[in-house]
């Protein structure tokens, strides 16, 4: 693995709490860690060298200071909702990479559907084209989820299965069940 890699590989963010809240590139971590904001739980057995010194890249910090995390953490975006929707066509349930995924407005927009997350689902090209300009009971189609807003209940979810080949990650996704 090379410097670069290292830099790039993900790290769990727990909040002051131990609370499991995020995940950021190890870059980033280390940022936090000497900026002081953050400290390391768990280094990952490897180092990467700065001009003047070697640095541990950590695989699990904690923020040093308690951050109140709102209900709706994520931003509307295209990368997060294909995310929440684990890039699965939400009709016919096909798994695709991003660029092969469109975002359907559940209701249009041509009938003034909203542009939120409760209106918007991963959809593949054929079942966009088939749907239209309809509502799914129009079309015919079933949704396989109603859509929601991407809350730190998903977060989680997917820090799960992000963190499935991390050891060191586990103990600290595993501790709190949703409450
Ligand atoms: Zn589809």
Known sequence: MTGTDRLHKPVLVLNASYEPINICAARRALVLILKG???????????????????????????????????????LSRKNILMRDRYMCQYCQRVLPSGEMTLDHVIPRSRHGETAWENLVACCHS???RKGNRTPEEA??????????FSLHTSRHLMRLLGRGEDQWRKYLFFSEEN
């Open 37 to 75: 904001v953050a400290l390391a739980e768990e280094l990952a057995p490897a180092q990467v060298h700065s001009a003047r010194q070697a640095l541990n890249v950590p695989s699990v910090i904690r923020l040093l200071e308690y951050r109140r995390i709102p209900h709706q953490t994520r931003a």
């Open 127 to 129: 079942c966009n084209n």
């Open 140 to 149: 015919g189609m079933k949704l396989l989820r109603l859509p929601r807003p």
